[in-house]
Nanobody, 128 residues
């Protein structure tokens, strides 16, 4: 059993740079890929970023590329999402998710069905 606790949600002005954290329990965290998703009001949950189990492979969706950075510290069983230059359209509930045993780094990382465990989500609101 893996449980994820997400923290770092904030209300910030455009251009802000908060960092989200996803702390995991259990012993399988370091052996799995981890992704970040977000869900804006009235929209479906969408993929944001993913990091491989080793931390050597990362990918960000085009809408956040160059602004967001995903990283992980396996010793602390924690994955981070550093968000810079926030825009109002970044407003959403942000979720972290741990992949299945097969992983997602080889593809299909954007599909929610390929993740086994989900955090509770945290609200990020960006004002103009």
């Amino acid at each position: 059993q893996v449980q994820l606790v997400v923290s770092g949600g904030v209300l910030v002005q455009a251009g802000g740079s908060p960092r989200l954290s996803c702390a995991a329990s259990g012993r399988t965290f370091s052996g799995r890929d981890v992704g970040w998703f977000r869900q804006a009001p009235g929209k479906e949950r969408e993929f944001v970023a993913v990091i491989s189990r080793s931390g050597l492979w990362l990918y960000n969706v085009d809408s956040v590329k160059g602004r967001f950075t995903i990283s992980r510290d396996n010793a602390k069983s924690t994955v981070y999402l550093q968000m810079n230059s926030l825009k109002p359209e970044d407003t959403a509930v942000y979720y972290c998710a741990v992949s299945s045993l097969l992983g997602v780094a080889g593809g299909s990382y954007f599909q929610t069905s390929n993740y086994d465990y989900w955090g509770q989500g945290t609200q990020v609101t960006v004002s103009s």
